[in-house]
């Protein structure tokens, strides 16, 4: 509904690019659906067109904008997503940006969302750059009430693409789900709680600046437009259900996760086991969520690797491995999961049909290494620990306050010896009442 809304205004549906950005050695992965327009908004590059819209494969793990360690924990976090944008290279700019998106979020004919329920954010100005008066002039042309109308700093309305590069303000549309959202249990919070309530669902790019490297901000050719709505949350509003992770694009991989781990659904836990619910519900996200990053990656010629793009696969995959060891699941189980993701998603992404049996071995090859990893490296770390094995040598060591003590030392070997990855030593650590010392 978003590509063919904004094709009906005059944009060319552009099909989403690599999640390996071609030529450009600031962006690990593809993080936004601006960055294969990227050299089109500094002008280097001339299309055909000078308005398209896409819906972007994205990964946001590893680089400027990280999520990895959030995932499943949250309604909302993801490592692999799809973004939907519409771009003007020089076309319109602010007030038309504003005037499709609150038709396409509000409209009956379109998305039809609640007006009540929406709220819009500016620029207020800060570090030397003005408030963005012309942003709040066109949200109040639209018919949002000024008391709708939120200004934030640049952490929430100055987007950077990275470091480096085209950026600007922005707008934001959020939507509010409702006390049920939020995480803390609040009844009567107000917009700008950060308690799960509020959710950013599109974010309106008005990109006028090219980043130096020292900082120095300078002009864009021409004002142009980028403009970012995250297809999960649109969904989960759309679908009326409050985390992402309970809509279509969902629900089937966590079934088919917990199939091949054999781990019960949310649903079929007992009320009583309040807390394995919660456990086990978040290691079957991370194991969805992990299984659609690492398909498109490796579909897109990524390899585990132990360094650059290949590192943060491995640590995708490898903790997917962990979360489905949670769930009792031992064996190689990913690999299948390849195939759940291409049935759900080839009618938009046709070449994961070609791509799926390579993906697959892929991952069947990393599962079957790490298991090795682990068969060795969790045995001396049981060992190292004091539990599990009878022949296990010394046991934990004793601090003078007869306290059990895992050393560094000892992490540091596990880690060189048998590649066993931190979060194994302090999860196992932890499991075992032994205090982890990170530093
Ligand atoms: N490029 C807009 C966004 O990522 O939100």
Redesign the pocket.
Known sequence: MFLRFFEQHGHKIVHSSSLVPQNDPTLLFTN???NQFKDVFLGLEKRDYSRATSSQKCVRAGGKHNDLENVGFTNRHHTFFE?LGNFSFGDYFKKDAIAFAWELVTSPEWFGIPKDKLFATIFKGENGIARDDEAYEHWIATGVAPERIYELGMKDNF?MMGDTGPCGPCSEIHYDMGPAASDAGHTDCQFGCECGRYVEIW?L?FMQFDKQPDGKMNPLPKPSI???AGLERVTAVMQGVISNYDTDLFVPLIKRAAELTGAPLETELKKEDEEERHHQAASLRVIADHARASTFLISDGVVPSNEGRGYVLRKIIRRAIRHGRLLGQDKPFLFEMVFAVRDLMKDAYPELIETANRVSETIKGEETRFARVLTFGLRELDSALGIGLSNAPAGPHYQQDKTPHFTGQEAFHLYETFGLPLDFMIEAARDAGIPFDMA
């Open positions: 936004a659906g601006m973004m987007w974010n790019v980028d403009t970012g």
